[in-house]
DNA sequence: GGCGTTAGCTAATTCTCTTAGCTTTACGGT
DNA sequence: ACCGTAAAGCTAAGAGAATTAGCTAACGCC
């Protein structure tokens, strides 16, 4: 029996991609073992279980939407910021419809890695408003818009919950534009 | 051997109940039958299988849901319609966190009260924002936007998504005014 | 070259969904 | 009242998924 020379690092890629061309939630240890050239219980040798490899994908997933938020929003700022973090953001989902979900998962926080992730990628939303002058209070819920609208935009549109997919680039980049005035416009410290 | 008396409707009315006590996506016909004192098998002549289950709870979750936007717009305005449905929508998500996520679930086309429930609650969303002034793909897209929002804030509140809970009540305050204020000052017609 | 570590295997258990086929209840027409 | 039928419930059986236990053999280090 030759060995394969997986590791945990091989084993969740894998499952990535896999989980990018059926499904998150059709990911299975069985079609995984398989598609890697073992037999379903030696992946037990790389992740403790099935719960175990969703929650190293959503790292892997965390960690790879953080680096693309970041890279947007480098060396922009304001409406130009928020409109390259707003494409990248769509762009990952789109590209990988089965990592996003993932991504969505709350860090697990024995998982340095997987924290560490989760706060980049809030901290590149949060940079994002930088240019805004909001603070305090006001960042927090700007940020939580933010991630609130993207997602939910995301979310519905890979659901399919949009019926007519016509004009959806169209409402997304209205979706942006009212993001951008209501950020300059912000309704401020009305909070104790 | 005493027949129960079941029927599609309580079936269904029962897997919404267990839905909110255990989460969506651990409702089991298992349990199902348990609660309602039959065995697993007698379920398949009420509901065509988990599937069929999953899809008839998404059109009585989405009646729901639908309702209750639909009472929370009649007879207001303006910021204050828009105030009262994103209370009602969120208020609904709270109650009932198994039914909530069933409600995104995509209408089953061949289910009529499925698809007039999930008309009814696109319905009253637009219905929202009719005071506004917005027609055509500007109310298109403000509805789509409405929808992102409500949904993106109370799914990542619901998976924990938002850190400490503290001020997440304040958070959805914010994002009502601010949307309010995206409504008032649409960025109009730019649009082919 | 020997030896411990470990990657990978087979076998077996549990849990879920599903189908097949049987029995008995309830109801409607005569 | 009675009988025939539709359907509500059952048991039995099987497929697919996750998991655990225990075995074997390849690799790496001295």
Redesign the interface.
């Known amino acids: 029996m030759p060995r394969i020379g997986l590791n945990q690092r091989s084993v969740v890629r894998e499952a990535a991609r896999l989980a990018d061309e059926v499904g998150a939630d059709r990911l299975t240890l069985a079609a995984l073992a398989g598609r890697l050239g073992v037999a379903l219980p030696s992946l037990y040798k790389h992740v403790r279980g099935a719960d175990a490899l969703a929650q190293k994908l959503s790292a892997l997933a965390t960690a790879e939407l953080a680096d693309e938020l970041t890279a947007a929003v480098a060396g922009r700022a304001d409406g130009e910021a928020l409109r390259a973090v707003a494409a990248a953001y769509r762009a990952y989902a789109h590209r990988h419809p089965g990592r996003y979900p993932a991504s969505?998962?709350?860090p697990d926080p024995t998982d340095p890695e997987h924290v560490a992730a989760g706060e980049r990628a809030v901290g590149a939303i949060r940079a994002t408003l930088r240019g805004y002058g909001l603070d305090g209070?006001?960042a927090?819920?700007?940020t939580?818009?933010l991630?609130?609208?993207?997602?939910?935009?995301v979310?519905?549109e890979a659901?399919?919950?949009?019926g007519l997919p016509r004009?959806v680039d169209?409402?997304f980049d209205?979706?942006v534009?009212?993001?951008d005035?209501?950020?300059r416009?912000?309704?401020r410290g009305e909070?104790p």
Chains 1, 2 share one sequence.
């Not at 659901?159 to 949009?162: L, T």
Request: net charge positive.
């Open positions: 969505q998962r709350v209070d006001d927090l819920d700007a939580r818009m991630r609130s609208t993207l997602h939910g935009f979310s519905l659901a399919g919950g949009f004009a169209a409402s209205s979706l534009a009212a993001l005035g209501a950020f416009s912000w309704p909070r």
